[in-house]
């Protein structure tokens, strides 16, 4: 530089090093006290995330519709009123025309606020039912999640430890997710203006305890447990020898790793 | 502008233009990046833990079998054992923290909510018409609902 540095200059230049300096400073403190507020203190610490391999399974053949894991649901993550992260649907499938040539009649599904106050007497006659059950639904943590896939802040992925998970930090509510899901296992939380969904209550897996569902459904209609976990004893690995398993709309490859023993074909 | 390293003035200022514009995009990114992003994968780790952060709202059955052994025997016996202590009793969580706090009594009610006779209920389920079950009394008056099957 030929110029000779002016008094001016100098002071201009030093004024806004200082600036600068202080500028990022302030950004690196602000955004050290907002990641410290964000880690919450009552997460659990020890737990790792890559040593879990959480699995939800139903047996349709003993779930009695009593709406007990709604209940616990709703209770467990202030789930908003109209609003659903868990639900039952009873299925009523009508006998055929006799000499129809049809296996069965119509189907009716319908889930009365989520089952959570169990199920009035249906409405078709006894004597017109061929068959009729309960069927449990949440989130199936699907392993190629549409729901992941289409948002576009990166505000929902799949933890190592398999569970689909929402940053409500990120999410900015535009409800893509929502319309993705082919399941139906999410919502719009009006409480917390972002997209809602089953979370198999990491809150609670996370701490040695099962998802609230389980732990109230009183007939062992849902078992849940952890795939890396190598004690024989595990109800998740008992339940995989024990039953032959589907999950839900296997034709769209979302790899749904919730599964369904019993199912019928008229489950969707 | 004197020439650096022999190039001509417009190649200097566009070197230290890109020299600029790369500096302030790397500070703006390790300044915008949260700390934990990407510690699992293209999100943010802490995101994990604040979401495990709630507190959980019922206490399990692990709770109630550390004061309570001998009743959670019992149920485990007989045909109430895969029932859990808060299906009846409601949740516990704050008569665990504080075993001064009683919990209610079990509400009548409770009973019909899984028995009560329906079509979509499986067959092995035993299921009764309230109606017609030894109406005006209480089922407990026959039924011990931790021992459900002996009854009188």
Known sequence: ?268 | MKPFLGMPPQLTRLALTTVVIVTLFFTARTLLVPSSFGQYGHYRGDALREIAAREPYWAGRGACNDCHADHVKKVAAAEHKGLSCEDCHGPSRAHVENPEVKLPKMAFGQCVRCHEASPSRPAWLHQINSHNHYTGQGCTECHAPHQPNEVP
């Not at chain 1, 109209?82 to 599904?109: A, C, H, L, M, Q």
């Not at chain 1, 569970?163 to 893509?176: A, Q, T």
């Not at chain 1, 919502?187 to 609230?212: Q, S, V």
């Open chain 1, 1 to 268: 530089m030929t110029q000779n540095l002016s008094r001016r200059g100098l002071l201009r230049t030093l004024g806004g090093l200082a600036l600068g300096a202080a500028c990022v400073s302030a950004a690196r403190a602000s955004k050290a006290a907002v990641q410290k507020g964000l880690a919450s203190s009552g997460a659990p610490k020890e737990y790792d995330p890559t040593k879990h391999r959480w699995q939800m399974a139903f047996d349709v053949d003993r779930c009695i519709g009593c709406g007990l894991c709604v209940e616990a649901c709703k209770a467990e993550n202030s789930v908003p009123e109209n609003s659903f992260r868990t639900w039952i649907e009873r299925y009523v499938v009508t006998k055929p025309e006799p000499g129809g040539g049809d296996n069965r009649g119509e189907t009716f599904v319908d889930s009365p606020d989520g089952g959570i106050h169990g199920f009035p007497p249906s409405l078709i006659p006894k004597e017109e039912v061929l068959k009729s059950f309960f069927v449990p639904k949440l989130c199936n943590q699907c392993e190629n999640s549409p729901c992941a896939q289409v948002c576009p802040v990166g505000a929902t992925f799949e933890a190592p430890d398999g569970v689909v998970l929402v940053d409500r930090n990120y999410c900015i509510g535009c409800g893509f997710c929502i319309q993705a899901c082919p399941y139906g296992c999410r919502f719009f939380n009006e409480t917390t203006h972002t997209a809602d969904k089953c979370t198999l209550c990491y809150h609670r897996i996370t701490r040695g305890l099962r998802p609230a569902c389980v732990e109230i459904c009183p007939s062992g209609a849902r078992i849940f447990g952890d795939l890396k976990n190598t004690t024989p004893d595990d109800p998740i690995s008992q339940f995989f020898q024990k039953n032959k398993v589907e999950g839900l709309k296997p034709h769209l490859g979302t790899r749904p790793r919730t599964v369904y023993a019993g199912l019928d074909m008229e489950v969707r």
